[in-house]
């Protein structure tokens, strides 16, 4: 009889164990309890399915915030093409998203030493807020931040400047405003 | 004998142990459906491929319904001991083989020449997409890093200058709120 589970696996052992996290000791006893366990082993299937299904919308080019250098060379590894753009504090920069990018990467050049966080504000023609990223942890190479966005959303936009700044998350102190002088490309 | 559906895993093995095919399809059918879904499971956290865990299904489940045909499941009561170790063994030679086409994929064929897994057939990409969107920028970073980067806790605390207990409890709870957001919004539809 499938009986209820008596002994539930912990939701967090689960997300260990997929993501590899799991100590290799704890491994063996798991895997016989979800062998046996059609309660942990669903819930084991909700976590497989999340997971596959963030893969998949990345593959697509259908992410959006910021990413790092290592989630930015998976998706050129995986095929995923890739307009990027980088500008410098106080730079503007013209772009476009053209038919066949997939992602628009835009990086942000920033002096980011001793800064935890940062929050990024974007806005459009008459300070329209277009999009506000808040609590970005600073990367431990602090040099850069970059942020991706679906190239079918850019394409979308009409030819127009748009400005970035970025703040200290802690303090809201100013580091650097950039531009992007956007076309649009049909 | 119980109805197949209500049998333990070891009531359903004793019923195909040593009976010959076709003598016992309903108990065959009912191991099937229960150990299938964890052998895929198995197959894709160790394997980390669709195709492969799909693979590793059939293989396993047939090699399983077979010695237990042939008598050669020692303990049918332990039929779950016995289909995780048979994955185990099938995952270990599957792995040998998947390095092989790796390294013939990479030395002959573009990077898109293999389709990815039809992943929106269990789970709807939209609502999914919808729900990351609603994530705090933080957590979506942890989630891509984790999922789809394939990172550890280590490796993803390292990237964002966060502790790896920080990366885990910010994982565990933006998986929370996805489940919940992917459950409300196919319920609300």
Redesign the interface.
Known sequence: ??APCASPVA??VL???????LPAADGPAL??H???C?DC?AR?????????????????G??????????LN?LQ???VRVRQYTLDPGETVPCAAFPGDDVVVTALNANLAGV?AVSLRVTGPNDAVMGE????????S?AAVMWVTPAALIRSLPTQRVRLTLRSADDARLIAEYALDHTHAG | M?PAV????GELARAVAGRAPGASDAAESELYR??A??VR??G??HLRD?ESARDLVQQVMLLTIEKLRRGDVRDPDQI??F??GT?RTMAIAARRTDARRERLREAFL???AFA??D??A??D?DR??HC??QL???E??V?????????????VG?????SEGNV?VI??RA??K??AC?LAERQAS
């Open positions: 009889m499938t939701d967090e997300v260990d164990y997929w993501t590899g996290d895997e016989e979800l062998f046996s059609a082993s084991l299937e909700g976590v497989a399915s999340i997971a596959g299904g963030v893969a998949a919308l990345a593959r697509q259908r992410i959006t915030g910021i990413i790092s250098r290592a989630l998976r590894r995986d095929g935890r990223l808040n609590d970005i942890p600073v990367a431990a602090p | 119980h209500d049998a333990s895993d229960r150990f879904p964890r499971l198995y894709l956290r669709e779950a001991s289909v995780l994955s573009a990077p898109d990815a897994p992943v929106g269990t789970l990409l999914l997409e990351l969107a705090a920028d933080r979506r970073s989630v891509s890093l984790t999922f789809y980067a394939e990172s550890s806790a280590a490796a390292a990237d964002l200058g966060v885990r994982r565990h998986l929370a996805l489940r992917v």
